[in-house]
């Protein structure tokens, strides 16, 4: 009887310790399928940066969420007084923006400076964004046509209209306050700022992913990786970069999905911020982290 009771007993001990050794194993396969590297993303875009250290380059692409708490103030004062419509005499208003020709030279400055993108006269331009070129609409019957004549440009905002896929029909400024508009809530507010240039880059590519060096912060073109059995067809191409000492500080958080989001609101020295999501593992999270860690902000705790 008492051999019979131990016999089950030891049955009942080596089943759960089975137990616990499959779910260990199972645990070890999930944590090595959830880590990370960037190795074949640093031999693409090192070449791209030479006499820079490559600290980071993100594996999934960064994006501006469409709320942020720190704009909704700003929201608030402005409900009573906006219109349903995006009327652009109204959008000028509440932007403050008194000189429309003025603001969009304003915001091609920071475009210049962050990005070093070359705004070429005229169709040169859009074929260097890659940017098919833009054509007329298209007539309808006879009885119908509407003959629309684009709005005469300078070569240099032609070549950044096309940068930005822009319409040729209406003038730029009225769709950049568009945008400011519509994205107050996750950057400054003013596209004349380096925020401002950051987000016009994000508002135009997907799939763009941040790169971290020892002086500069860049964004990226650069398509996901492809399955391990296909070859790496991938040409990456610098859009965006700003020299690390413009960057005034960086502060990331984890969202309730901390696992796989990271979100960082970068501060610019010209007052400026954007708020920044990232598809990221903790183990490109943690790479991102310590990329930064000489820049001033608050960080997650691991």
Partial sequence: MMSGERGRLGRFTEAVLGGARAARDRARELRDEFRTSDEPERALVAPLLP??????????PVRAP???????QLADVMADEFVDSLDPKVLFGLLNIVNPVVWVDAVLAPV???AGVLLLPGKVGALAAGVPEATEPAPGPPHQRVRREPIALTEEQEAFRALFRLSLYRPLADQLAE????????FSGDLATLAGSLLLFLERYTGTPL???DTHLHLLRMGPRPDADRPDRRQPRVLWSVPR???ARI???RGATGLVQLTSTIVFDDGSWIRLTQPALRDDQSRFLTAIHDLPG????P
Avoid: F, M, N
């Avoid at 469409?66 to 909704?72: I, L, N």
């Fill in 112 to 114: 210049r400076l962050a």
């Fill in 179 to 186: 945008i400011a508009y519509l994205r107050r809530y996750v």
């Fill in 298 to 301: 608050h960080r997650p705790t």
């Fill in 211 to 213: 790169a971290v060096t």
């Fill in 251 to 253: 502060d990331s958080e």
């Fill in 66 to 72: 469409d709320t942020h708490k720190a704009g909704r």
């Fill in 51 to 60: 006499g820079q250290e490559l600290r980071y380059v993100g594996l999934g």
């Fill in 245 to 247: 000492d413009r960057v």
